[in-house]
């Protein structure tokens, strides 16, 4: 557990110079940063260790060594005001993007979530998808899983990286406990899930939008600070987005602090934990070359 006045260490390329080490205590925990109009990073750490321009996605250290953030963000025009995304929320994003890159080629059907106690981490089995190789092999909400492949199983990107490079129709070996009693199943990749219709499907029942992407030639006509967008083609009467004012014809950009510049975007925001929790979440649509926003609430989130 993180306090405040413990002593952490920031490394960094800071203005260039390879392998710069700062030292200096946490200031706060949870704190809210607006780094633009656009992005706003949230339950940041916020450390008095110098980070510089360089530093960003260098790690932030305990006195024992462990990596406890990823430096993010510097308030600008202050001394000593410095923040670090937490380490735990880093590996469960980078489980949700490990995990769309395994869908393109197999699936596994198990949908978990990391349980962090003060002992450590392990990872549960919330569901199991409909006819998936995880309910073929038998998982049940409730399950902990404890090793894939003899791989041990701490957080979910643990079970993503054992699924990487794995074809359909190869077994991986899953140790589990259930009940308090450890057992072993085989579980057969099968062919990847239709992410598309799934994203489709999914984004008309919670947000109330049918959307399409923009060709990026088309959307640089628009002169927008954007990266991309979805082009909105229909609008459920009486869904969120509705209620919010969204129209055909107008382009989605972004969701809380991520871009939507495809549906596997919106897929992934929908799916992610910190937007479960964010709620009422902030959007962010172009209208008639205006950059217009508001605040949605969600039913999957509640």
Same mark, same amino acid.
């Given at each position: 557990d993180l306090m405040p006045g413990e002593t952490v260490i920031a490394v960094g390329n800071a203005y260039g110079y390879e392998h710069t080490v700062t030292t200096g205590i946490i200031s706060a925990l949870h704190r809210s940063v607006q780094v633009s109009d656009f992005q706003k990073y949230g339950n940041l750490i916020q450390t008095d260790a110098s980070i510089n321009p360089g530093n960003s996605g260098g790690p932030l250290l305990n006195i024992d060594g462990d990596? /406890?953030?990823?430096?993010?963000?510097v308030r600008v025009g202050a001394q000593g005001i410095g923040f670090a995304l937490p380490v735990d929320e880093a590996m469960e994003v980078a489980a949700g993007?490990?995990?769309?890159?395994?869908?393109?080629?197999?699936?596994?059907? /198990?949908?978990?979530?990391?349980?962090?106690?003060?002992?450590?981490?392990?990872?549960?089995?919330?569901?199991?998808?409909?006819?998936?190789?995880?309910?073929?092999?038998?998982?049940?909400?409730?399950?902990?899983?404890l090793a894939a492949a003899d791989r041990p199983i701490q957080r979910l990107i643990d079970l993503e990286r054992a699924m990487i490079g794995r074809a359909v129709g190869e077994e991986v070996e899953l140790q589990i406990d259930r009940g308090g009693k450890q057992t072993t199943t085989s579980l057969v990749l099968g062919e990847p899930l239709g992410t598309r219709t799934?994203?489709?499907?999914?984004?008309?029942?919670?947000?109330?939008?049918?959307?399409?992407?923009?060709?990026?030639?088309?959307?640089?006509? #628009?002169?927008?600070?954007?990266?991309?967008?979805l082009k909105v083609l229909s609008v459920r009467p009486d869904s969120p987005a509705a209620e919010q004012g969204i129209r055909r014809g107008d382009v989605l950009v972004g969701m809380h602090k991520w871009e939507t510049i495809s549906e596997d975007n919106v897929l992934f /925001?929908?799916?992610?934990?910190?937007?479960?929790?964010?709620?009422?979440?902030?959007? #962010?649509?172009?209208?008639?070359?205006?950059?217009?926003?508001?605040?949605?609430?969600v039913a999957c989130a509640e």
């Open positions: 990596m /406890i953030g990823i430096n993010v963000a993007l490990m995990s769309a890159d395994n869908l393109g080629r197999v699936s596994h059907g /198990i949908v978990g979530k990391t349980v962090y106690e003060p002992e450590g981490s392990h990872v549960v089995v919330e569901k199991t998808l409909a006819d998936s190789p995880a309910e073929k092999a038998g998982l049940v909400a409730g399950d902990t899983l799934t994203s489709t499907n999914r984004v008309w029942e919670d947000l109330g939008l049918k959307l399409a992407d923009i060709p990026s030639n088309v959307f640089r006509s #628009y002169r927008s600070r954007y990266r991309g967008g /925001i929908l799916s992610c934990a910190e937007f479960k929790a964010t709620q009422p979440f902030k959007f #962010y649509i172009l209208r008639n070359g205006e950059t217009l926003y508001g605040n949605m609430r």
